[in-house]
């Protein structure tokens, strides 16, 4: 049992470039979620899915978007990477997405832009 | 909007002292509350919850209780030891469809030997 896995640990971008980010789970959880964390700040959730085949946006959206593949993956991409967006993101999932329950946080993703 | 603040870091304590961090937040209506913690290198992992006033969260010696009448819930642990070295965030779950967390800027904790 994985838990929460993201791919790939460490990525370095230039200016413009896309990507995309792998977060997988196998807990058979509804809900998933993509947070960034920035010094100082916290974690700030960029986008979230509820259930399968529904996406929605969460407090910092731009510059993102988001695929729910299954109910296993959720994905995220930057279409036009910009230094702003360095950060480190996690992804997290939850079994049913209501109010006090745990989420399970994936190891992270960091992203350089240059 | 809801929001949490938590007590500023870092803060550095020698093994067996007493921990407190404080965490107060602004939300509409009664949300649960969460202390999560990030060792080196990992993701977040829940430490304690608590989803009703009055309630007290309780992990690993960690103590949180939830207060509605100063809407705070500050962690606490009587003895801290080097491994309790981390950084600590204090979240509250919108009530609002999916649980979406909102987080605290996070205290980094160091325990000297």
């Known amino acids: 049992n994985a838990g929460v896995t993201q791919t790939p640990k460490f990525q370095v971008l230039k200016t413009g470039q896309s990507m995309t980010l792998q977060c997988a789970q196998d807990?058979?959880?509804?809900?998933m979620y993509w947070y960034r964390q920035d010094p100082g700040m916290g974690l700030r959730l960029i986008y979230y899915?509820?259930?399968?085949?529904?996406?929605d946006k969460g407090e910092v959206p731009n510059g993102y978007n988001v695929s729910r593949l299954n109910k296993r993956e959720f994905s995220l991409r930057l279409e036009s990477a910009a230094p702003s967006q360095t950060s480190v993101y996690f992804c997290?999932?939850?079994?049913?997405?209501?109010?006090?329950?745990?989420?399970?946080f994936g190891p992270g993703t960091r992203l350089l832009v240059l | 909007g809801n929001s949490v603040t938590q007590m500023e870091g870092p803060v550095t304590l020698s093994e067996e002292a007493f921990l407190t961090i404080n965490c107060t937040y602004t939300?509409?209506?009664?949300?649960?509350l969460f202390w999560y913690v990030q060792y080196p290198g990992e993701g977040l992992q829940l430490l304690l919850k608590?989803?009703?006033?009055?309630d007290k969260g309780s992990n690993k010696g960690f103590e949180a209780t939830y207060r509605k009448e100063t809407t705070s819930f500050h962690l606490e642990k009587g003895s801290v030891q080097v491994s309790d070295s981390a950084v600590y965030f204090c979240?509250?779950?919108?009530?609002?469809?999916?649980?979406?967390?909102?987080f605290g800027q996070g205290t980094r904790l160091t325990i000297n030997p």
């Open positions: 939300a509409t209506g009664y949300p649960s």
């Open positions: 997290a999932s939850s079994e049913a997405g209501t109010s006090g329950e745990t989420q399970y």
């Open positions: 608590a989803t009703k006033a009055d």
């Open positions: 899915s509820a259930s399968e085949g529904t996406t």
């Open positions: 807990m058979n959880h509804n809900s």
């Open positions: 979240a509250l779950s919108d009530l609002q469809g999916a649980q979406k967390l909102v």
